[in-house]
């Protein structure tokens, strides 16, 4: 099983949709929760952390369920320029190093077309 | 502005051939940076972390004679992949962190093609 699991789709959607991403995670150890944006052959950027209490960004929703080791991204009204894929990634604390190891999932795809 | 900056940013060379690759920590200086390899349509794979004036810590599987780290300073990190071969191809991606638990800020990457 993977680290970190996500739906690679690629969703199409249109404009103006709402399209939600899930995520899982296999190690209940895992600390801290990101999902960053990648566009088509470039460096991944941090798109927002996720909190377990859920937390908003304009647009953009993240969740957590510790419980049931998931996570989900909400996009609310697309624009075109969303099209990129959407990383999970997971960090686990690894003894007294700050950063700890960072996971990624594959990436989930999406295109937002007009 | 950028915060990493990596070069080449593309890179093609024979097979056999050792290509370097260097990452700069911009406007702050980093004692840990780490290197991470994406292959198409696949996840940023965790290669190794370079520790600054110390030895580099390498994951499972990737081979540190094959992929040499040198962290001489606390703004450059570099990763020579040596002797060179197809299935080394991959775009080779470094990342430092500023002090936010799990924000890393990237490098624009390096594709490398072998021929």
């Known amino acids: 099983r993977k680290e970190v699991e996500q739906d690679p789709g690629p969703f199409n959607v249109p404009e103006g949709a709402t399209v939600a991403f899930n995520c899982t995670y296999s190690n209940s150890a895992s600390q801290s929760f990101f999902w960053y944006r990648q566009d088509c052959r470039k460096e991944p950027k941090l798109l927002m952390s996720v909190y377990s209490s859920g937390n908003e960004d304009g647009r953009f929703t993240a969740q957590l369920n510790r419980a049931s080791q998931y996570i989900s991204l909400l996009i609310r009204d697309s624009k075109l320029s969303d099209s990129a894929t959407y990383l999970c990634?997971?960090?686990?604390?690894?003894?007294?190093?700050?950063?700890?190891?960072?996971?990624f999932g594959q990436g989930t795809i999406l295109t937002v077309h007009p | 502005g950028a915060v990493v900056s990596q070069h080449p940013s593309r890179v093609i060379c024979k097979s056999g051939t050792s290509v370097k690759i260097e990452c700069r920590s911009l406007d702050f200086q980093a004692t840990t940076m780490f290197w991470y390899r994406q292959f198409p349509k696949q996840s940023l794979m965790l290669m190794a972390t370079s520790n600054e004036g110390s030895k580099a810590t390498y994951e499972q599987g990737v081979e540190k004679d094959k992929f040499l780290i040198n962290h001489a300073s606390l703004t450059l990190s570099t990763l020579t992949v040596t002797s060179a071969h197809p299935e080394d191809s991959s775009f080779y991606i470094c990342?430092?962190?500023?002090?936010?638990?799990?924000?890393?800020?990237f490098g624009e990457g390096s594709r490398l093609t072998v021929l």
């Open positions: 990634v997971v960090n686990i604390r690894d003894g007294g190093t700050s950063y700890g190891k960072l996971t």
């Open positions: 990342s430092v962190g500023t002090g936010g638990i799990g924000e890393l800020f």
